[in-house]
């Protein structure tokens, strides 16, 4: 069955960079975008960008410009996320996503998330 | 950036009974060229990753109860579920996934039993 699987949980210090990985199987890993979606503690769902693993272009939301970067290994069949200059403000469970068809952005499935914490 | 706003933010519901929710996007999310809605429901249960419901506004994803419907058009929409079980306590989002990126979502509705 169609699964990704995401890195464990991470605490990182103000000013640092965390790196979230998801990996892919049941499925051809290059047909699909992987799109990343995070959800602060009792708040709501904020798409953060999407990354095609057949060129490996990505695209991101205005608000994560310059901050984060996504990207793939093919070989593997994992996408990975990584946000830099971290704030307490990024402490939220992070989720990969598959596109849910070639060409369409649904979302199926996702990843059990990967809980990114920020505290000096 | 297409603005999804969803209502109400939560509502409780007997068992066996009616529950609705509301969406409404800031622009049409119907493409005129293939005559389809972009836009999607999603299940969150506490702890857990969302669940895609439902796709094109009204296509449920393959294993999804049938007590789960969607429909609308343009700009307004709606999840229904026909006869309301424990087991779909839950908050609910809509997705808009029109033309290009950013893919926006609404606020989220909260759904408990009364």
């Known amino acids: 069955q169609v699964q990704l699987v995401q890195s464990g949980a991470e605490v990182k210090k103000p000013g640092a960079s965390v790196k979230v990985s998801c990996k892919a199987s049941?499925?051809?890993?290059?047909?699909?975008?992987i799109n990343w979606v995070r959800q602060a503690t009792g708040q709501g769902l904020e798409w953060m960008g999407w990354?095609?693993?057949?060129?490996?272009?990505?695209g991101y939301a205005q608000k994560f410009q310059g901050r984060v970067t996504m990207t793939r290994n093919t070989s593997i069949s994992t996408a990975y996320m990584e946000l830099s200059s971290l704030g307490s403000e990024d402490t939220a469970v992070y989720y990969c996503?598959?596109?849910?068809?070639?060409?369409?952005?649904?979302?199926?499935?996702w990843g059990q998330g990967t809980l990114v914490t920020v505290s000096s | 950036d297409i603005v999804m706003t969803q209502s109400p933010d939560s509502l409780a519901v007997s068992l066996g009974e009616r529950a609705s929710i509301n969406c409404k996007s800031s622009?049409?999310?119907?493409?005129?060229?293939?005559?389809?809605?972009?836009l999607a429901w999603y299940q969150q249960k506490p702890g857990q990753p969302p669940k895609l419901l439902i796709y094109?506004?009204?296509t449920r994803e393959s294993g999804v109860p049938d007590r789960f419907s969607g429909s609308g058009s343009g700009t307004d929409f709606t999840l229904t579920i026909s006869s309301l079980q424990a087991e779909d306590v839950a908050i609910y989002y809509c997705?808009?996934?029109?033309?290009?990126?950013?893919?926006?979502f609404g606020q989220g509705t909260k759904v408990e039993i009364k």
């Open positions: 996503t598959r596109a849910g068809s070639p060409v369409h952005n649904w979302f199926a499935p």
């Open positions: 049941g499925y051809t890993f290059t047909s699909y975008d």
């Open positions: 990354m095609n693993p057949n060129s490996g272009n990505a």
């Open positions: 622009r049409s999310l119907l493409y005129s060229s293939n005559n389809k809605n972009y």
């Open positions: 094109w506004a009204s």
């Open positions: 997705q808009q996934y029109y033309s290009t990126p950013p893919w926006t």
